[in-house]
C-alpha cells in the first residue's frame, strides 16, 4: 500500500476538513469559556493539528484508501443502522462536552485542576494520536463507521495491536477522553469520562456481532484474542 505520489485532492480535503474541525472545536470551548484568554485550549488545538495532520499526510501517502474511508461522513448507507444513531449521539454528545468543559474550566472555574495533571493530559493526548498510526498501519479498514468493506476486499487483521486486543483504536482513545479534561482543566468533564468509555464498549461488542456474521474468519481471531480493550482485564 506504499504510495510514491500524494493524491493532491485527497490531501487538500484532508486539510480542509481538518481546519472546519479545529475552527469548530475551537469556537465550542472559546464560546462556552467566554473568553479567548485560555492557552490549555489553544495547546490542545494545537496537538490535534500537527499530530492529526502527521497521521493524516502519512495515511495520504501509505494508504489513501483508508484516508478516504476516514474522511467519509459518519453516516453512510451500508452502516448499520444502530450505528448511524450511535454515531449522531457521539456527535452532539462531544459538542455538549467540550461546553461543559469550557463552562466549567474557566467560566466559572469549578475545578482547579494541578498543572502536573494537566501535562499529563496533553501526554496522554500524544500517546492517544501517536498510537493510532500504529493501528492504521495494521488495519486498512479501520474506518470510523461499523461496515464491512467489500470494494475494497475486507478481511480480518490479526497482527500489530491487533495481535493483542480486538480493539486498539478504541483502547488508545481512553487516554485521549481522560487527557482532554485533564490540559484543559476540568473535572466535570473527567468525570464524564467512564461513560464514554461504556459507550465505546457497548459499541465494540454489537461491532464485533456484525463481523462475527459477516466477515470470514473474524469469529476465530476472536476465538485467539480474547480481549477487547486491555490484555487481562476486557
Not at 109 to 117: A, D, E, G, I
Not at 210 to 221: M, S
Request: hydrophobic fraction near 55%.
Amino acid at each position: 500500500m506504499e504510495g510514491d505520489t500524494l493524491d493532491n485532492a485527497l490531501v487538500k480535503r484532508l486539510l480542509i476538513q481538518t481546519f472546519v474541525w479545529l475552527v469548530f472545536q475551537g469556537a465550542l470551548l472559546f464560546v462556552a469559556a467566554g473568553t479567548l484568554a485560555w492557552a490549555a485550549a489553544w495547546l490542545w488545538l494545537a496537538e490535534w493539528a500537527v499530530l492529526g495532520s502527521w497521521v493524516g499526510l502519512w495515511l495520504a501517502r501509505t494508504d489513501p484508501g483508508l484516508l478516504a474511508e476516514r474522511l467519509a461522513p459518519f453516516a453512510q448507507r451500508e452502516q448499520a443502522g444502530w450505528d448511524r444513531i450511535f454515531m449522531m449521539a457521539v456527535a452532539v454528545g462531544w459538542c455538549a462536552w467540550l461546553c461543559l468543559i469550557g463552562i466549567d474550566a474557566i467560566r466559572f472555574r469549578w475545578s482547579h485542576v494541578p498543572f502536573w495533571l494537566g501535562v499529563c493530559g496533553a501526554v496522554g493526548i500524544f500517546a492517544s494520536l501517536y498510537s493510532m498510526r500504529a493501528v492504521f498501519a495494521a488495519n486498512s479498514y479501520a474506518a470510523p463507521v461499523v461496515k464491512i468493506q467489500r470494494e475494497r476486499g475486507h478481511t480480518v487483521t490479526d497482527s500489530g495491536p491487533y495481535a493483542y486486543v480486538r480493539h486498539p483504536m478504541y483502547a488508545f482513545a481512553i487516554p485521549l477522553l481522560a487527557g482532554t479534561p485533564l490540559m484543559l482543566g476540568s473535572w466535570w468533564g473527567l468525570a464524564c469520562v467512564p461513560l464514554m468509555v461504556a459507550g465505546i464498549g457497548w459499541r465494540a461488542v454489537r461491532e464485533e456481532r456484525v463481523l462475527a456474521t459477516e466477515l470470514p474468519g473474524y469469529r476465530a481471531y476472536m476465538e485467539r484474542v480474547k480481549y477487547r480493550f486491555v490484555p487481562g482485564v476486557w
